[in-house]
Each structure stands twice: as C-alpha cells, then as structure tokens.
C-alpha cells in the first residue's frame, strides 16, 4: 500500500514538473514574440490586436496539444487569445481566417505578405487540432430566458460591457470567487483597449458600473 502511495505521488510530482516545463517554454514563446514585435515596424499594429491580459498559465487542459498549438502559432502574431474570446460555432471561420493570415494570403496584400514574413502557419493536422481545442472551450452563450435580469437596469451594465468584446458569458461559468477575478481581468482590458484607439469618454453613452457587473454575476454564479 505504501508502495501505491508513492507511486501515485510521483507520478502527481512529475505531472506537475510536465506543466511547470510546458507553460515555461509558453511563457518563452510568448516572450519571444514580443521580442520580434519591438523590432518590427508593424509591431504596435500587432500588440494592439488582443489585450495582453490572457496568459499561458490560465489556459484550459494548459498541457494539451491544442494548448500548445495555440501558443505556438496565434502568438506569432499578437497577444494571447483567450480560448472564451469566441462560441464555439465561430470559432472554425476565425481560425481558417488567421491561417490564410499566417501564409500572407490576408486581406492586405504585400503588406500582408511583409508582415507575415518569417511567420509558420499550421498544417492540416494542428490546424484540426487547434480548432476542436477552441470550440471545446469556447464561450457557451448565455440563456437570456434564463436571465430577464438582463433587460432591467440591474443587467445593463453586463450586457453592454460584455457583447462589445465576445459572447455574453453564462454566470454559471464561474464561482462568485472566481467571478472577481475575471471581472478585474475585463476590466484591465478595456482600459488597455481604450487606451489604445484612444477614446474619449462620452457623457452620452452608457455608463458601465464595474459593481454592478460583478453584482450581476455573482447572483447567478455556480455554487461550487
């Protein structure tokens, strides 16, 4: 029995040393891009794309060959995505969209070309590998039926903030813990993507109460 016992720890021991392994050439990977960015003249056009919010440590199945294919090819190019950026029914349309990005086949012509330069795309193979890995994670749209909270007042807020960027999440997704986390993480990007096109606040638009988004949220959260 104690034999058992210490089999199964190491084998816990060397599956965490894997992960440890694998996200620390991720979070190389990702360094490096960066690293090709800063010397490109395209570079701010690329950073601007995704916030830079999202990193390899919080991907789902983080050890999985989908994990790894998105790191290897979507970083080439701009910030991590997140896996719930998109539903699953949109994914397969985006990706074949980056693939024909990624061999300079884009929408900008030589200049696509130019910035693809140097850049892999994805075989067949990873490209299947890469588009069931997204749509197993991707976001699962919310059942507004579910919801009527979301055409009063209390429900606004997260309507608006959220559709701008991706599907509207089910609050089921997440504890009300985790809710907290996810809600900072929003917010620091929108302030990033503000910063970039450089918005101006507009009295006229709706106000966004991050509390009230957060309320929402955890009103309907899983309970464990």
């Not at 140097?118 to 299947?128: D, M, N």
């Not at 749209?141 to 960027?165: D, H, N, T, V, W």
Request: glycine share 4%; net charge neutral; proline share 8%.
């Amino acid at each position: 029995m104690h034999f058992v016992r210490m089999s199964a720890l190491f084998a816990v021991l060397a599956a965490s040393a894997a992960l440890a392994a694998s996200l620390a050439d991720f979070e190389r990977a990702v360094q490096e891009a960066r690293n090709r960015w800063a010397e490109s003249p395209h570079g701010p056009m690329l950073e601007r794309i995704l916030p830079p919010t999202f990193a390899p440590a919080q991907l789902p199945e983080a050890r999985s060959r989908g994990a790894q294919v998105l790191v290897q090819y979507c970083v080439q190019c701009h910030n991590l995505p997140n896996p719930a950026m998109h539903n699953p029914e949109k994914w397969p349309g985006i990706v074949e969209r980056m693939v024909l990005r990624m061999e300079g086949k884009g929408n900008m012509g030589e200049l696509m070309q130019e910035m693809m330069a140097g850049v892999q795309a994805p075989t067949e193979a990873e490209t299947t590998i890469l588009v069931e890995y997204l749509q197993r994670h991707g976001q699962r749209a919310i059942e507004r039926k579910l919801y009527p909270e979301l055409e009063l007042p209390s429900g606004q807020s997260f309507k608006i903030a959220c559709s701008q960027c991706h599907e509207l999440p089910d609050p089921r997704r997440h504890t009300a813990r985790e809710w907290s986390a996810v809600v900072a993480r929003m917010q620091q990007n929108m302030a990033w993507m503000n910063r970039v096109v450089g918005n101006v606040p507009d009295a006229r638009e709706p106000q966004l109460r991050i509390e009230e988004i957060l309320d929402f949220l955890q009103k309907y959260a899983r309970k464990s």
